[in-house]
């Protein structure tokens, strides 16, 4: 018996079904095929070079991983659901309702992302060029219509309960269409290890709302819930509307409650009488974030006072500090505001700072319970801040204060606060104050908002997927403990008014559902926080391969590897060993040699190296390289590892992990000083077909002066990240107009067929890219046939140039980069690993 039970519940869409068998249609069924939650999928994608023909996921337990099943057909049809079988693993079975999905949406975007007061500053990488539409909202509907020759996306995630066993789980999703029915296997590896639920989790996730009151400046619009559901504040619907959310918050994470104070005691029946004694109602305030604890959301109570200068137009002491105080007039919303240095401000510090302490701790709520004193110090912060501040902890010493701080005075607020929230650039800038603090024991956040922009991490639309996932790991690799963003639903900051999109729309209001819509930004933040509970697992018992796992992938907030391929790669790694299993190919390492200050290690054949694992023992090497070689001849610096006392979460000796991303077949650690040589691993896998420009010599047009050529960054198999490592090579342009045409021709030593070459692209900014590549071969070194050109990166990491042609006899291959100077950032191209090969190689 065929059943189907569909739950629109909170944004959710959750489908389970005893699977039919497949119906032949008359008509073609749409083409199918998967794309990871990394990558983007427009109206108008083809199948990437990472797409796949099933649903293949990573996990750990209480752990959501999700990919797309992409549909684009000749026809128009409409997806009228997906159904899910159970997932059955050796020991255990994951049940079909543990799957969901939701149809992706769209959002348009008229321009880029860029900072709001410095133009130039363009946020990259991004997706694609704006105008258009952006992939960006996870439609709350079982169904969709599709037109004819448009791509569609449906996210699927899995979550793995806690209580499953781990292993590997198999199973399939059934995608009906009009057009005939799809079957789509899922595969899931779960690792065994638990992923704490978030309201037991050592992380904090801040996400600042408008649902429950005002908490900006520019909220004087209205309240948020009645603009955009129309419901009055505590009317059955909007308690609906606020369980909904909820239950989404749980799900995603979102472990904190923002509390609109002056709001809430407003509602509650608070007031002030004309000799200014507050009577203070705390009864919508304990309705309210009893409602969040009884259904386990939350760990963390966030007190909400706005303080600052506003701005001149409605201060006209400005930069003075205003103090948000309880409105004069009965049944009005907005707050009123005194000066902070005021005698009606000393008025409601003294009487509303200690009614607060004493209401938090008869709940039992001290432990949980901060307070913001003003958000972003900045001018007037000098004394304004500083002088509420000292007030807070007058009336209430054992408070703990916390503000994202994103200007001058952010290293001294951080010396005042009790936990620590730099935004991401100020701590990208200059880390030490904050870090400083972290070691003196203050919990470390990081903040982000509409800033940082450039090509530093953020949640931008238009920027890749995996950006917010990846700043959890950079958070877990600088010892951060939490997140604090800027705004989950400002939602009366219309998109086209924003100059970085998306800033205020990580979820969108959902009325026919009275619920939010979630977006795969949303998802990716989950992601992150999942990746670092499995790092904060595995930093229990192994702090030092924990951080070092982290920074394989990203070092800085602007300084990181986009290669989603290679994300994924050490992201399994993590998983592995947070379960007790282990990290490394035991049979990649075929000889090894060692001498007093060297060891070396022969793979036996080409390998794509993730990483390389060396257990120390008693003694160990403070600074060390790790080099790389396809002939045992020459060598090229792939990693390092430097003295850096400063750096304690760095742990010495015991195991160290250095992230490799990088092809070779010899790998080599020496010290300038004799040590003790370590056991070697490595992580990676052999390459199905050998790269054959490998290690090849090669001769290229002389490059500028500031940027040379050693001679062998073309081919050593090392990835460069931007011009300051060099570990590429450049030709430098001057005005606009300009152009230039370097050359590269690689002897690959012997004639080989050659049916693919590719080109890594300069990663940190496309401006530094060519405009074309064109690939010649030949056989005698003079007479070159042209193969192919090639414009534009391809794939979800964007950062490699693929041409493939029919397999030919080559002993020569030529590259000719194209290049003008379009506008003033496009000073140069420069150009890092060429690789070739005899088919199209395996992009996992």
Not at 278 to 303: A, P
Not at 342 to 366: C, I, M, T
Not at 666 to 683: D, G, K, L, M, W
Request: charged share 20%; aromatic share 12%; proline share 7%.
């Amino acid at each position: 018996m065929r059943w189907t039970r569909v739950v629109v519940a909170s944004g959710l869409m959750v489908t389970t079904a005893g699977l039919a068998p497949m119906a032949h249609a008359a008509r073609a069924t749409p083409g199918m095929w998967t794309e990871t939650s990394y990558n983007s999928v427009f109206k108008d994608s083809g199948r990437s070079p990472e797409a796949g023909n099933d649903l293949r996921l990573d996990t750990a337990k209480n752990d959501y991983e999700a990919a797309q099943i992409v549909l684009r057909g000749p026809a128009a049809f409409t997806v009228q659901g997906v159904d899910f079988s159970a997932l059955r693993g050796a020991r255990d079975a994951i049940p079909a309702g543990e799957l969901s999905y939701n149809p992706v949406g769209y959002e348009y975007l008229d321009h880029n992302s860029y900072n709001g007061w410095e133009p130039d500053n363009f946020v990259t990488p991004t997706i694609r060029t704006a105008p258009g539409d952006f992939p960006d909202r996870l439609l709350n509907q079982t169904s969709i219509d599709v037109p004819a020759n448009q791509t569609q996306s449906i996210w699927v995630r899995v979550h793995v309960p806690a209580t499953a066993k781990g292993g590997v789980y198999t199973g399939h999703a059934l995608v009906r269409t009009t057009q005939g029915n799809l079957n789509v296997p899922i595969r899931v590896n779960a690792r065994n290890v638990v992923i704490p639920p978030a309201n037991q989790s050592e992380f904090t996730n801040v996400m600042w709302t408008n649902f429950l009151g005002l908490t900006s400046w520019d909220m004087g619009q209205g309240d948020t819930v009645k603009l955009f559901y129309g419901h009055d504040r505590y009317s059955p619907q909007w308690w609906q509307l606020i369980d909904n959310w909820a239950d989404t918050m749980k799900r995603y994470r979102q472990n904190n409650l923002q509390l609109p104070l002056v709001n809430l005691l407003t509602d509650g029946g608070s007031k002030v009488d004309a000799a200014g004694n507050y009577t203070f109602n705390f009864d919508r305030f304990d309705q309210v974030v009893q409602r969040f604890l009884d259904k386990g959301v939350v760990n963390r109570l966030e007190g909400f006072t706005g303080a600052g200068p506003q701005n001149a137009d409605h201060n006209p002491q400005y930069p003075r500090y205003l103090q948000e105080v309880t409105p004069k007039e009965t049944g009005r919303q907005l707050p009123d505001f005194v000066y902070w240095d005021s005698p009606e401000a000393d008025n409601w510090y003294k009487q509303f700072y200690p009614a607060l302490r004493q209401h938090v701790a008869a709940k039992g709520w001290s432990k949980m319970f901060w307070m913001h004193v003003g958000d972003e110090p900045g001018a007037g912060g000098d004394p304004g801040w500083f002088g509420i501040a000292s007030k807070l902890k007058q009336y209430w010493p054992d408070v703990k204060i916390g503000d994202a701080t994103g200007q001058g005075l952010a290293p001294r607020v951080a010396h005042t606060e009790d936990i620590v929230i730099p935004n991401l650039f100020d701590y990208t800038l200059n880390p030490k104050p904050f870090d400083d603090e972290r070691r003196d024991g203050k919990p470390l956040w990081f903040y982000n908002c509409n800033v940082p922009a450039g090509n530093h991490l953020n949640r931008f639309i238009d920027q890749p997927e995996w950006s917010q996932r990846q700043t959890m790991w950079l958070a877990y690799g600088k010892g951060a403990t939490g997140y604090l963003h800027w705004a989950y639903g400002n939602w009366q900051f219309k998109m086209s008014d924003q100059t970085v999109k998306g800033d205020g729309y990580i979820v969108r209001p959902d009325t026919v559902h009275n619920t939010v819509e979630a977006s795969p930004r949303y998802e990716s933040l989950r992601d992150g926080m999942e990746d670092w509970e499995v790092l904060n697992h595995l930093g229990k018992t192994n702090p030092g391969l924990a951080h070092d796992l982290a920074n394989a992938v990203v070092q800085a907030s602007d300084k990181y590897s986009p290669d989603v391929n290679y994300m994924q790669r050490v992201r399994a790694l993590a998983l592995d060993a947070a379960a007790g299993l282990p990290v490394t190919s035991k049979d990649l390492v075929r000889a090894k040699t060692a001498g007093p200050n060297r060891v070396q290690v022969d793979l036996g054949s080409q390998a794509q190296v993730d990483g390389v694992l060396l257990h120390w023992g008693s003694t160990w090497a403070a600074k060390y390289r790790v080099l790389i070689s396809y002939d045992g001849k020459t060598w090229a610096e792939a990693a390092s590892r430097a003295d850096n006392p400063g750096d304690d979460l760095a742990k010495p000796g015991g195991d160290d992990f250095l992230g490799v991303n990088a092809k070779t077949r010899y790998i080599r650690i020496e010290s300038a000083t004799p040590f003790q040589p370590p056991e070697v691993e490595v992580a990676g896998k052999r390459l199905a077909q050998p790269n054959l420009a490998g290690g090849k010599t090669y001769t290229a047009s002389a490059p500028s002066g500031r940027f040379p050529d050693a001679g062998i960054e073309a081919t050593d198999g090392v990835l460069g990240d931007n011009w300051g490592d060099g570990k590429q090579f450049g030709y430098e342009l001057a005005n606009v107009g300009d152009s230039v045409q370097p050359v590269v021709t690689i002897d690959l030593g012997k004639a080989e067929p050659i049916g693919t070459v590719r080109v890594h692209a300069y990663e940190e900014y496309p401006d530094y890219r060519p405009d074309q590549i064109t690939v010649a071969t030949s056989t005698d070194g003079t007479n070159f046939t042209d193969r192919g050109k090639v414009s534009s990166v391809n794939g979800a990491s964007r950062i490699w140039y693929d041409v493939g042609f029919a397999p030919a006899p080559a002993r020569w291959v030529r590259l000719t980069f194209d290049k003008t100077m379009h506008n003033k950032y496009q000073t140069g191209v420069f150009i890092d690993e060429i690789e070739a090969y005899r088919g199209a190689p395996h992009l996992g």
